[in-house]
Structures are given as structure tokens and as C-alpha cells.
């Protein structure tokens, strides 16, 4: 153990260092500084005040620091100019965040995870799902071409924002179809009340005996969303659409609704159905 309660140029541990102030910390475990710490290196655990340097194999803990790089986690409740890590960061008011989890109350420029959080963000969060609070959240009711209603809910920011979505068959046929799908989008224009969407998104399905895991139907959306009310607008585009399936009597019977006439409809040497076609879109959504 090394402790200083004042000053520290350098201080080396195989298990523990303390200093009310210290300019580098070296520790197997745990480096602490309750004033400021310009860089600290350890294999368990470092904190401090205020803190330029924090690398770590497992957690870095600081009020405020310029660069956290650990293997677990990073918490700073001001600022942190850059947190990285494998699991969760955690900061105030921070640049970028690259970690499975982030949270932040303000990001400026960049979260990039699974799953991020924020109170507001003037940047971009990229990730499976990304909640800002005072960002972009639609609630989508929405029916296409092939007479599937589906439930959507977007999540992020207007530049870009993702969505999870599931939707059913309306139309009769011999086994109803539902489906679930993933995309990611972007919504241009100065003002919320008229804007330009271009969504990317792919569709999984199933019938009411089985999933049907061997077809898939990818779409690219273009349309304009028009707030008619505070709290809702109404979206209308066009998409174009691949319907992708493993070429069998059962996937034949299947999948022959879903396209209501198709631009291309080839079979590839290995077997695999391929259909496209334009449709379209109508939807409400929710604010």
C-alpha cells in the first residue's frame, strides 16, 4: 500500500494506492485519489475526483475525467469526454460512449452500444435500441399492400432511430400469417410537423402451426410524415420489396399471398425463391 495525502508523482502497488492528489497511480487492484489524478492504470478498480486518465480492467469512478477505458464499467456523474468499455458506461455530460449499455443525461457527439440511454442527445446514438428522452418516439399503426397491420414503436433520434415491429395477416388464407421485424431509419426536415422518412428493415414470419424460419422480407421505405395533431401525424410512402424463402411445397403455400404481383420472381441454383415488388404504406402514429 501506498498512501499520500497531499501530492503523489508516482506511486506502484501490487494492491493499493491513495492520494489526496497524484499525477500517476500504478496498482494490480485499487488506485484512489480524492482530489485529482491525472492518470491511473489498474487491474481492479480506479477512483478519483477529477481525473484526465482512468484505464482499468474492471471499474473506473470519477466526478469528472477526460478518458475512461476499462473492461466492466465507468462511471463519471459530471463529464467524461470519453468512456469505453464492455459492458456499462455511465456519465453526465459526455462526447462518446462506446460500451454494450450507455447512459448519459447529454451525449454531443456519439453513443455506440446494445442499448443506449439519454436525456437528450445533439449527436447520434447507434445501437439495437436507443431511448432519448427528449428525442424522437413513435407509436405506428400501420397497414401495407400484402393486408398486414402492424404495431411499430421508434425509438432514438430524428437522424437516426430504430424500430421493433409485429404485425398480422388481415387477409383470408389457409394458415394466418404473422410477422416481427427490425429496422433502422432517418426522418429529414426543419420542422416535426412535415418530414421525409428512408427506412431499411427486414421481416421474419410465422403461421399459426410454425415458424417459418427460412424466409425473410426485406424493405426499403420512402415516404413523408405530416403531425396533423399535437400528438399524431400521419405517414404515407412507398417501399420496395425482396421476398427471400427456401424454394418447398410447404414455403410455396406459405408465402404465395404476401406479394401481390412481383417486378422479379426467380429461383437461384440453390433453391432459393427470390420476389420483388412496389408497394406501399399507410400508417398513424403516435407521439
Keep these: 500500500a501506498n498512501i499520500v495525502s497531499e501530492n503523489a508523482t508516482m506511486q506502484v502497488a501490487g494492491a493499493f494506492n491513495a492520494a489526496r492528489s497524484s499525477s500517476l497511480q500504478l496498482s494490480g487492484a485499487i488506485n484512489i485519489a480524492t482530489d485529482t489524478a491525472d492518470v491511473q492504470l489498474s487491474g481492479a478498480m480506479n477512483m478519483a475526483k477529477e481525473n484526465k486518465v482512468q484505464i482499468s480492467g474492471a471499474v473506473n469512478m470519477a466526478q469528472e475525467s477526460s478518458v475512461q477505458l476499462s473492461g466492466a464499467v465507468n462511471i463519471a456523474p459530471k463529464s ?3 468512456q469505453i468499455t464492455g459492458a456499462v458506461n455511465i456519465a453526465g455530460k459526455t462526447n462518446v ?3 454494450a449499455v450507455n ?4 451525449v454531443k457527439n456519439l453513443q455506440l452500444g446494445v442499448i443506449n440511454i439519454a436525456d437528450s442527445c445533439s ?8 431511448y432519448v428522452r427528449s428525442g424522437y418516439h413513435r407509436l ?3 397497414i401495407d399492400e400484402s393486408s398486414f397491420a402492424t404495431i411499430a414503436y421508434r425509438s432514438g433520434v430524428q437522424r437516426f432511430h430504430t424500430f421493433f415491429e409485429a404485425g398480422i395477416a388481415t387477409k383470408q388464407m389457409p394458415d394466418r400469417l404473422f410477422t ?3 429496422g433502422f431509419g432517418t426522418s429529414l426536415g426543419k420542422t416535426p410537423k412535415l418530414l421525409v422518412d ?4 427486414v421481416r421474419q414470419f410465422a403461421s399459426t402451426h410454425t415458424f417459418l424460419q427460412n424466409g425473410k422480407q426485406f424493405k426499403l421505405y420512402c415516404g413523408i410524415d405530416r403531425k396533423i395533431a399535437s400528438r399524431l401525424s400521419v405517414a404515407v410512402g412507398v417501399a420496395y420489396n425482396m421476398l427471400v424463402y427456401k424454394n418447398s411445397e410447404a414455403n410455396q403455400q406459405a408465402y404465395s399471398s404476401i406479394a401481390p404481383y412481383t417486378l422479379t420472381n426467380n429461383i437461384s441454383g440453390s433453391n432459393t425463391c427470390l420476389k420483388s415488388w412496389i408497394g406501399g404504406k399507410v400508417a398513424l402514429r403516435f407521439l
Design 80 to 82: 467524461a469526454t470519453t
Design 97 to 99: 460512449q462506446i460500451a
Design 103 to 106: 447512459i448519459a443525461r447529454h
Design 123 to 130: 449527436g447520434i446514438p447507434l445501437g439495437l435500441f436507443s
Design 140 to 142: 405506428e399503426a400501420s
Design 180 to 182: 416481427w421485424g427490425y
Design 198 to 201: 428512408f427506412d431499411l428493415s
